[in-house]
Every structure is written in C-alpha cells, then in structure tokens.
C-alpha cells in the first residue's frame, strides 16, 4: 500500500497505539501521529498519548460510531494528514478494517498505511509468562456482531485441539452469562487442572495484578471479568509457571522438553 | 512479576524487538535493551538494533541452542542486567517460553520482565489491508516440536469453523511439503475464492511486496514461499480488498455490514 509518507500532504495512518501506555507504542506509531494534522480516536486511547497531540485537530469519538468516523477520516485525507487512532493493533479487534470497507466503498484512493501496534492479547500475556509461545487462537465473546451459536462453534473448534485461547471482551453488563458458556465449552475437552489467566487493563493506566488460576477454579474470580479483562484459557499443554515456590503464570511449552535434557 | 528496573543491578528482560526494523520497536524494547549489560539473541535480530548496542557485551547465538542461549541468559542475570531478544513478541513462537522454564527448573529466583512487541502476524497483516480483523488463529507448520499429525488436526479445526489463520514457518527445505498439506486442509472447507496473502520479511530489511492471491490459485506461487514467509489464509468472511480497480490486500469484515448502511 502507497504510504501517507510518499505524497506528504495528505493520507491516511490507521495507527495501533498498542495497550495504552506510550512506552509500548512504536516509533512508527509516534511519528505518524507526530505528523498528522487530524487526529481521530477514542478518547481512552488518546488520552495516554495527549502529549503528542498538541498543535492538531482531535476528533474525539466514541464507541459504536465505527462507519462515521471512519467516513469522517477518510473525507479529511483527502486534503490533510490524518491519523485514525486504535488501541492495540489497529487491525485485530480495531479500526482498520472498517476504515479499508468505508474507503474502498467510496471509490477514493488515497494514501494509506496500516501501522502496527502490541495486540492486548500480547501484552495480557507478557505479564503471566509465556502462555502463548506456540500455536493459539483469539476469540471475542461479544456477540453484537458476530453471532453467539458461530461463537460457541469456534469456542469448540480450538477447545478441541487443546490450542491455548486468548478471549477478548469476555463479559459485560449486556451479556453477563457469555463467559460462563466458554468455560463450559472448554470444560468438554479439558481436565479442571488447565491454567487459566484473567488480566485487567495490560499494560494501562489502572493495571491490576493478574490472577492465576485453573479452570476448575474459574468460578472465584468470575465477578471480576469485564470488559477490560482479557482471559487467557491454556490448551491442553499449558501449564503454571513458578519461581520458586511462587505462582507466577502460564507457560506453554513448545515442545521443547521432548527434545532436550536441561 | 517484578521488573528488573526495581532492583536496577540485575535481572532478565526477555525482548521482543518486533518484526525487524527499529521504528517497530516500543520504546520499552528499546529502554531494556539500552539498559542492558550483556545482550543475548540471533544475529538476524541484532543487526537492525546494531546503534543499541554499544558499550555492550553481545552474544550472538544461532538457532537451534534455544536451551544453552537460556541458561546462559539466567547465569548472567543473577549478577548483570541481560536482555535476552527474540525477533517479533518474544512470547509468540519466541525466546519467553523456553528461557521461564529453564529459569523455573533451575530454581533460581531473579527480577524478570517479558517485554511485548508486534508480532509477525501483526507485522504481516499490516501490510495487507485488515485480514485479521476478528477472531484469528496463528499455527506453524514446523514439525520440529509437534507432530504433524497435530498441526493437521489444528488446521482442520480451524478451516471448520471459518477463521482466519496465519501460517508461521510455511515451508522449508527440511519440509517443503507441509504448505501443500495445509492448503488441502482448507480446500475441504473453503471455495477457491477465499483469498490469501504471501508475505515475505514484513518490515525488515529485504520485505519484498506482498502478494494477493486465491486459495485456487496459489500453486502458482508456492515455489516463492520460505521460512522468512508468512502466509495469510483467509476465513469464510474474508475478501479481496480494493482500492479503484487495484486489489491491495484482505479484508475481513467484522460484520459491521449487517449492522450498518454506508
């Protein structure tokens, strides 16, 4: 894809400023939005990184206004610089792929450049070990768009192949009871000893500590997911990780102790 | 766990320095590694963070001693800071798995941080428009550590249940077949028309332009894809993304357009 970079006055930057602390961004996260002249975002996400947007237009938005803001960002790329602002990766769970269907539906062609971000999903992880080192899946409980019953299936799929599951947006007040069916589905497959890591707010402002647990134990921390809790369910290989005596996460090997003696 | 910055004399990072060049990085990758005495990690990895690492004590290692690399890394890390560097998120088919169960089985208790980075997935996808904009999975085809038989199982599932997948380590020398089995896999579920991206050294040194392609056309570049190869298959939602006439990448619609008219 053509850059915003190579014209220079005008583009489009749909930017992943990763969990939310501004250590964790990229630098090319920092210099599309240093450059831009529009800034478009949620206001939780623009909110760490305010001392970049000084000088710019910012476009607040909230949530459930996907297509108007991102028909607003592209109208404006048309003739300035604009970054479009997602947490995480723009492009998992984010703005990117709204933004590309409302630009290709308009017939414009202009510049633009998906930039990368750390996926909450990696940065859930970085705190509990290594739960993820091999083969995983990531899975969003919301149903407002995507149907629960092709959920529950896909639930089911990777359950089965005992491959570890990193679940976004696990529970909220509209759909208290959403988690509650994942776990059953994993319990189908899994015996209660597989590990089981709930994570609040990775690597943001209001970061708590998180909760190692096994999926028969789930139940004693289930009022504490919500919508800023990732869930990372271990597959059938996963397992808790000490430091000396203490549990400290999840690891997933990779196979590794089939094949050396350490 | 604790941080190696609260004890300031000693401990281990384990760094992901993201896909390759340095302005993928976060700034908490690039403070570690700063802050390190000893760096330790592949050659392929350290080249592009060369200005990093002056004033420093570098190991370079080759692939294939994961096990020596992590026992050396702890060794140090009782006395000295160490960064330990893996290419992409160092939790993702990365250093962080091995190095914390080398570290839990020698028994040794030090200040320890996992630092997150863009994954190569992430990288990749990036490139290609938002093919990843739901629920994915990523699967390697390297049957160094797990059996065929499993990855042909963990293929089959997803492929069932229509999510995208990213195929880490595709084909090698060693393997030149695996690909072909995987694409067989996905035939069973998919048209020839769900699309698919081949995309090779995403944002390194060498990235060569990606190419979009179909499920039943891509024999016609199977010969193009390697080890430093990361393919995209898409899920039942998934496809080709336009801009004007161009094809320019994938997208997977979060379902936006059932909820929405634009």
């Not at 996400?45 to 910012?58: D, F, M, N, Q």
């Not at 069916?181 to 500590?209: N, S």
Request: hydrophobic share 40%.
């Amino acid at each position: 894809m053509p850059s915003p970079d190579e014209h220079g006055s005008c583009g489009l930057w749909i930017v992943g400023v990763g969990p939310g602390r501004m250590e964790y961004m990229t630098g090319r996260a920092i210099d599309a939005i240093s450059r831009a002249e529009y800034v478009i975002g949620n206001d939780s996400y623009l909110e760490p990184i305010r001392s970049l947007l000084a000088g710019k237009t910012v476009i607040p938005s909230s949530m459930g206004k996907e297509v108007e803001r991102a028909t607003k960002a592209i109208d404006l790329a048309k003739f300035h610089r604009v970054a479009i602002v997602s947490g995480g990766d723009a492009g998992v769970y984010g703005m990117a792929g709204i933004v590309l269907e409302v630009l290709e539906h308009s017939g414009a062609e202009i510049p633009v450049e998906v930039v990368p971000g750390v996926t909450a999903a990696n940065a859930g992880a970085s705190l509990v070990g290594s739960p993820l080192s091999g083969d995983f899946a990531t899975i969003s409980l919301s149903d407002l768009l995507t149907p629960l019953e092709v959920i529950e299936k896909r639930l089911d799929a990777v359950f089965s192949v005992g491959i570890p599951v990193v679940i976004y947006n696990p529970r909220s007040h509209g759909r208290p009871h959403n988690f509650a069916l994942a776990v059953e589905h994993a319990r189908k497959y899994y015996p209660a000893t597989v590990p089981v890591a709930v994570i609040k707010t990775a690597l943001r402002e209001g970061q708590a500590d998180p909760v190692i647990t096994t999926l028969g134990a789930i139940e004693s921390v289930i009022e504490e997911i919500d919508m800023h809790t990732m869930v990372i369910i271990g597959g059938n290989e996963s397992r808790i990780w000490r430091m000396g005596k203490n549990v400290k996460g999840i690891i997933t090997p990779r196979g590794y102790h089939h094949k050396y003696v350490y």
